[in-house]
């Protein structure tokens, strides 16, 4: 099992370009979530979703669109890129049954000029 | 909001002694979690504790909840230069939809 992948790893943008982040899973879990890691601040929940068809906001959705593709894929899309989004940007799943936790995927170090 | 917020925000100690990270959150939980993250990965879950347990081990980590003051511990045991890391405590909300990160607690386990 891969468990939780993200691409791209590393990503540089001009203001303005748009871009779409990718996260998948294989661990047939349902819920889905993507954060956002800023030095000093801890993660942020940007969107997630429950389940497949079904999404949420977070508390930092501005400047954000997602899409739940199906059960496994969940993307994150930014429209028109700002200085402000330069981040590090982490997709998570949560664990089903007994296993409350959730696993994270590698994260995409995101930079915007 | 940040609902968590761990103390201290940098912990440097040498190998073998414990460390000591404390949290506080606002609001009614279901759980609180403790998480791991080296330098530049992901967060790596290490211990869950729920709203009507006290106290859990597993292995060198012992975590305790006080929901009458809202705040959690987490003491890892005779540490190791690999446990340099940052840790982050993180609360489930009652529905457990969500989870609500802290800032930190960044530990330097010198050899």
């Known amino acids: 099992n891969a468990g939780v992948t993200q691409t791209p790893k590393f990503q540089v943008l001009k203001t303005g370009q748009s871009m779409t982040l990718q996260c998948a899973q294989d661990?047939?879990?349902?819920?889905m979530y993507w954060y956002r890691q800023d030095p000093g601040m801890g993660l942020r929940l940007i969107y997630y979703?429950?389940?497949?068809?079904?999404?949420d906001k977070g508390e930092v959705p501005n400047g954000y669109n997602v899409s739940r593709l199906n059960k496994r894929e969940f993307s994150l899309r930014l429209e028109s890129a700002a200085p402000s989004q330069t981040s590090v940007y982490f997709c998570?799943?949560?664990?089903?049954?007994?296993?409350?936790?959730?696993?994270f995927g590698p994260g995409t170090r995101l930079t915007v000029l | 909001s940040q609902q968590g917020e761990e103390d201290p925000q940098a912990l440097s100690i040498q190998e073998g002694e414990n460390a000591t990270m404390n949290c506080s959150y606002k609001?009614?939980?279901?759980?609180l979690q403790w998480y791991r993250q080296n330098s530049g990965r992901g967060l790596v879950h290490l211990i869950l504790?729920?709203?009507?347990?006290r106290e859990k081990h597993s292995g060198r980590l012992r975590v305790t909840l006080d929901t009458s003051k809202k705040s959690s511990s987490l003491l890892i045991t005779a540490s190791r230069a690999a446990d340099t890391a940052s840790y982050f405590c993180?609360?489930?909300?009652?529905?457990?939809?969500?989870?609500?990160f802290g800032k930190g607690t960044m530990l330097l386990v010198s050899p």
């Open positions: 998570a799943s949560l664990g089903t049954g007994s296993r409350s936790e959730q696993f």
């Open positions: 661990m047939n879990h349902n819920s």
């Open positions: 979703s429950a389940s497949e068809g079904t999404t």
């Open positions: 609001t009614s939980i279901n759980n």
């Open positions: 504790i729920r709203s009507n347990e």
């Open positions: 993180a609360s489930a909300n009652s529905g457990y939809s969500t989870l609500t």
